[in-house]
């Protein structure tokens, strides 16, 4: 008997088959191919353990779900138990076209149907594999991924030192210290929507629930990330030499003028830093980079232009060869200490499916949203090259 017929039985009919064969085996009939027999045995007990496994997994789902029903009370279920549950019906194909489903209709009744928890409230869960694309696109975001995030909900005040006496050594029996002088200055991170949308043809509403979700998702949650990483970038640039104790764009940064690239010219950045900023990057142009590059291989430097710091390119920067006077090139500082996104929602991105506004071009306008209040928190944690006068 092939195993796609023993797949294919009853438990009740394994076990008939197993005692026939069984049988057959105690006659001891030379005949009988007994290695077959065998074979045949090991596939029917294989066959058992697995409708053993597929009835007891049955019946806890049934458990799992009594329990949630309000009954069953005296069965125990784990939280690792629940969240096992959970992450099988987010990966199933069921929920994932349920959610493609939701994101089309705005409708997650059948979403919640197929959920273990979060039932009747609370938001609806992405697939896994949405998550992972959201989670990806933050830390592939090379400055993104880098900045200090937080999650906590509304407007994030985060404070830090304008100014301040340095610690004193006292000796023992000495009068004591003078009080410190302290001065503090505070960073209002306020969310912003930061926006994507783009159209898609009937063909692409048409996929399947997965590649519908990879295709819209790859596409929105990299260019969120990426408008996130310039609108920090920009925020950086706005920055002015002195700290104030006003809530505003009031952390000061370093500046560096110049009227041309010169092997020393990171190194003259670095020395603008603070102390805490201990681990530095480079951001700029991919223009720029080129032209540091040829400067170093024009003149045959010995030594990498760049200090060994690692270089994180975003376009929005000016690029060397179109800065006037005054205008950012190039930003050498540490996005850990520096620097802060807050998530009052978390990082997940917000979908929105528009199909009426270009029906008539059999087109559909979906709108990815996320807010993230972004801000300079660090002083002295980075040092802006411009172009001197």
């Known amino acids: 008997m092939s195993i796609e017929e023993i797949k294919a039985m009853t438990e009740e009919q394994l076990d008939a088959r197993f005692e026939e064969i069984r049988a057959a085996i105690d006659t001891k009939d030379e005949s009988a191919d007994f290695d077959a027999m065998s074979a045949e045995l090991d596939a029917i007990n294989e066959r ?5 496994t597929e009835r007891e997994e049955a019946q806890r789902k049934a458990d799992m779900q009594a329990v949630i029903a ?6 125990e279920i784990t939280t690792e138990e629940n969240d096992k549950m959970e992450n099988e019906v987010r ?8 959610f493609a489903n939701y994101i089309k209709t705005g409708k997650d009744e059948e979403c919640r149907a197929l959920l273990t928890t979060n039932v009747a409230t609370g938001t609806v869960p992405v697939p896994e594999f949405v998550y992972e694309i959201v989670k990806n696109a933050w830390e592939t ?5 880098r900045v200090s995030k937080s999650y906590l909900a509304g407007n994030l005040k985060v404070t830090f030192e304008v100014d301040g006496d340095e610690a ?3 000796t023992e029996g000495a009068a004591a210290p003078s009080q410190e002088n302290l001065i503090l200055g505070i960073v209002d991170l306020t969310p912003v929507s930061i926006k994507k949308w783009i159209k898609i043809s009937d063909e692409v509403v048409d996929m399947g629930g997965e590649q519908f979700l990879r295709y819209i998702y790859d596409e929105l949650t990299y260019r969120i990330a990426k408008k ?6 920009s925020k950086i640039i706005a920055c002015g030499t002195v700290s104030t104790n006003t809530p505003t764009t009031n952390v000061a940064v370093g500046v560096v003028a110049t009227s041309a690239i010169s092997a020393g010219l990171i190194a003259s950045a670095m020395a603008k830093l603070s102390d805490q900023a201990q681990d530095p990057v480079i951001i700029m142009n991919r223009q720029t980079w080129g032209a540091f590059k040829a400067v170093q291989a024009a003149n045959g430097y010995n030594y990498d ?3 060994g710091l690692p270089v994180l390119f975003n376009n929005s920067i000016t690029a060397f060869s179109a800065a006037t006077t005054g205008v950012t090139f190039a930003i050498v500082g540490d996005l850990g200490e520096g620097a802060k996104a807050n998530f009052p929602n978390g990082e997940e991105i917000t979908i929105k499916y528009d199909d009426l506004s270009e029906a008539e071009a059999d087109l559909v306008k979906i709108v990815g949203r996320e807010y993230v209040g972004l801000g300079v928190v660090g002083p002295d944690a980075f040092c802006k090259i411009t172009i001197a006068e």
Do not use: P, Q
């Open 228 to 233: 996130a990483a310039d609108t920090l970038i």
């Open 48 to 52: 058992r353990a697995a409708i053993k």
């Open 70 to 75: 309000g009954a069953g009370k005296e069965t």
């Open 91 to 98: 990966n199933s194909s069921a929920y994932v076209n349920a």
């Open 141 to 145: 975001e090379g400055i993104m991924s």
């Open 168 to 170: 004193s050594v006292h």
């Open 305 to 307: 232009v760049f200090e």
